[in-house]
């Protein structure tokens, strides 16, 4: 009977993996089915033009790369401070619990409820107006829960004798942070970071509401007031404003361009990610 009940649990979860796959592979092969007819040297160098009908996403994937260079400057130090408060500097398990609650619930905030608070903080109470700044200030906030969570998985993992040889050497706190477990911890933190650059990297509905007009921007002028194109907001405008034909293609190809940059981000922190629970289980 139990034999009966294992081998069921098994077959279930193999069909639900399968399923999972499955859907997965679907939707990557309707974009790139799609999508493909679109991509050429000029689409990816030229700007937007006809409000999308022609040219190419070159302003949108630099702004995109932008912003999410400034959400990189932005989560870095605050995940990693984030991180070592939970892990090394607070002694309570309460404290810690409540920190790690916290980051869990700011992970499932909704990104619409992220843009509207962006809207009224930095765009109008600060007075940034839409800009990069203050799109690249949003989606690093958002990433906190990701990086800091990852750093935290790696800090975890690091074998005990790390932490004895330190004490032995007398070690004080800041020290053993810097010369043991930072340098011990690097690949969680980019690992982390990569993540949450692939999430970040998607988002629409923050950077509509601070970062990112359709159309008549190119490279950053300031940084206030300075808006820049992006490949989600252009998929999101095109698929529902455009009514020419001709911007079904570039539609799909615009959301292949978008699909490529995040699997590349994700692919890269996979390695390190498993490597970290690998370390994790042997303790």
Wanted: proline share 4%.
């Amino acid at each position: 009977m139990r034999r009966a009940l294992d081998r069921g649990l098994i077959l279930a979860g193999g069909i639900c993996a399968a399923l999972a796959a499955g859907v997965l592979a679907t939707i990557l092969g309707a974009i790139t089915w799609r999508g493909a007819s679109a991509i050429s040297w000029p689409f990816l160098t030229e700007q937007i033009q006809r409000a999308g009908a022609s040219g190419g996403v070159l302003f949108n994937i630099s702004g995109t790369l932008i912003l999410l260079g400034a959400a990189l400057l932005v989560s870095l130090p605050v995940a990693s401070a984030l991180a070592l408060l939970h892990s090394v500097y607070l002694r309570s398990e309460r404290a810690r619990q409540r920190l790690w609650m916290l980051l869990a619930v700011w992970s499932g905030v909704p990104s619409i409820v992220f843009g509207l608070f962006g809207l009224m903080l930095f765009v109008k109470t600060f007075g940034w107006g839409k800009s990069w700044l203050s799109g690249g200030v949003l989606l690093g906030m958002m990433m906190l829960p990701t990086v800091s969570v990852a750093l935290i998985e790696r800090i975890h993992s690091l074998p005990r004798k790390y932490g004895e040889a330190a004490a032995a050497l007398g070690l004080s706190q800041s020290q053993v942070i810097w010369s043991v477990i930072l340098p011990q911890c690097a690949n969680g933190l980019v690992t982390g970071l990569l993540l949450g650059l692939a999430r970040a990297a998607g988002e629409t509905a923050p950077i509509m509401f601070t970062a990112t007009i359709f159309s008549g921007a190119a490279l950053p002028h300031g940084i206030q007031d300075s808006p820049v194109l992006t490949l989600p907001y252009h998929i999101f405008v095109l698929s529902q404003d455009s009514l020419d034909p001709a911007a079904g293609a570039r539609v799909w190809g615009a959301a292949l361009v978008l699909l490529g940059l995040v699997m590349a981000l994700s692919l890269v922190a996979l390695p390190a990610r498993l490597r970290i629970h690998e370390e994790a289980l042997r303790g």
